[in-house]
């Protein structure tokens, strides 16, 4: 029973396009994230929701939307996709409170051609 | 959040222990020493953390210098499964995680 999952795990797609990957968690965390891991293996933390709320944003270029539409879900939609934006990004969950190991899920590969 | 310097890569003997150090002479005194593990392609894994006192879970020993500026995680009897990129990571409790470069460790057989 996967803890933090999704999808989808590979997409690859042409610069220009707009795409979407989803998060779902089932561990009634109240904290999602999404890191973005480059091509030279550093995770970066770009957006955090506690409760639906956005509270952490990162430099991030505007073309990156986080939706929350509920805790347990964190959606990453991508408009007009760069050649740059070719990496893996993980979304991961915490309990937000005073030991909160993060769960992360698999990842997902994008690849811009 | 404290920095914290791991060594870029170690090599270590199937089935003898590992023994990963991290420097963070700067921490707080309500800073947590994390470590996070990730295999390859695969999504980061916490394994243990502690604030003063060594810690042990099934996964791994933490020991923590009793000025707390260092800190060593040990897999006590390290398998090929444990070749992984090793993270330690210095936060206080509610702050972001934050990922250095990390150490790489590789099991040879």
């Known amino acids: 029973d996967t803890a933090v999952s999704q999808t989808p795990k590979y997409l690859v797609t042409q610069m220009g396009n707009d795409k979407s990957i989803k998060c779902e968690q089932n561990?009634?965390?109240?904290?999602m994230y999404w890191y973005k891991q480059d091509s030279k293996k550093f995770l970066k933390i770009m957006f955090s929701?506690?409760?639906?709320?956005?509270?952490i944003n990162e430099t991030v270029p505007n073309r990156f939307s986080p939706k929350s539409p509920d805790k347990a879900h964190l959606n990453l939609h991508i408009n007009s996709l760069e050649l740059g934006d070719s990496a893996v990004y993980f979304c991961?969950?915490?309990?937000?409170?005073?030991?909160?190991?993060?769960?992360f899920g698999s990842g997902t590969r994008l690849t811009v051609v | 959040d404290a920095k914290t310097t791991q060594p870029p890569s170690m090599d270590c003997a199937e089935g003898r222990a590992a023994n990963l150090p991290c420097n963070h002479s700067t921490i707080s005194g309500n800073e947590y020493v994390y470590w996070y593990r990730q295999i390859h392609s695969q999504g980061p894994q916490y394994i243990i953390h502690?604030?003063?006192n060594n810690e042990t879970n099934e996964m791994a020993s933490l020991i923590i210098t009793e000025d707390r500026k260092s800190s060593t995680l040990i897999l006590p009897h390290a398998t090929l499964r444990d070749t992984a990129v090793y993270y330690c990571?210095?936060?206080?409790?509610?702050?972001?995680?934050?990922f250095g470069e990390g150490t790489q460790l590789t099991v040879n057989p």
């Open positions: 990571i210095v936060r206080r409790s509610g702050s972001r995680l934050t």
């Open positions: 929701y506690n409760n639906k709320e956005l509270i």
């Open positions: 561990l009634g965390h109240d904290t």
């Open positions: 502690g604030l003063k």
């Open positions: 991961a969950s915490s309990p937000g409170q005073a030991f909160d190991g993060y769960t």
